[in-house]
């Protein structure tokens, strides 16, 4: 069973979209995942995903209306095996809570993933582009997959 947490800013755009795309692939690929998703921000706690999020993703098959906002702590260093930042930023919001001794590897959810130019997935609360957003966040979910059955 791979224990794996999606983190971004206020957890109502990226992470709860790479949490419902990451779990329906992995499933589909036959993987035991658990996954969650949450913010390195307390703005959003509490609420669903952000609407035009939500509606874009369901047009690519994924509900993200269940899912409700929370922020990372401490102890998610213990709760998961695999803690993916969806930017530069929230990984480094990460790395200073991380309590001291823990060794959960964390690492940008784009890392590494082949046919990409970019390793961040760039905020679509800003940018608008929520189809570009999906874009990356599925290639990051298919490489994850992958990498996962090969054993890595
Ligand atoms: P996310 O996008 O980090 O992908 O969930 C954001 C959502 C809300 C805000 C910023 C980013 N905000 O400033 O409220």
């Given at each position: 069973m791979h224990r794996i947490l999606f983190v971004c800013l206020g957890n109502i755009c990226r992470s709860p979209a790479a949490e419902a795309v990451f779990a329906t692939r992995a499933r589909a690929a036959g993987l035991a995942v658990a996954v969650d998703s949450a913010a390195t921000s307390d703005w959003q706690v509490g609420d669903p995903p952000y609407p035009p999020m939500v509606a874009a993703a369901a047009a690519r098959?994924?509900?993200?209306?269940?899912l409700r906002a929370r922020q990372v702590g401490p102890g998610d260093f213990a709760a998961f095996d695999l803690i993916l930042a969806m930017d530069r930023s929230n990984l480094a919001a990460l790395a200073a809570m991380r309590p001291a001794g823990n060794l959960t590897a964390l690492r940008l959810f784009l890392d590494g993933v082949e046919r990409i130019a970019a390793d961040e997935v760039p905020d679509p609360w800003y940018t608008r582009d929520f189809e570009a957003a999906l874009d990356l966040i599925e290639a990051g979910a298919d490489a994850l997959v992958a990498r996962l059955a090969r054993g890595r």
């Open positions: 098959g994924y509900d993200l209306a269940p």
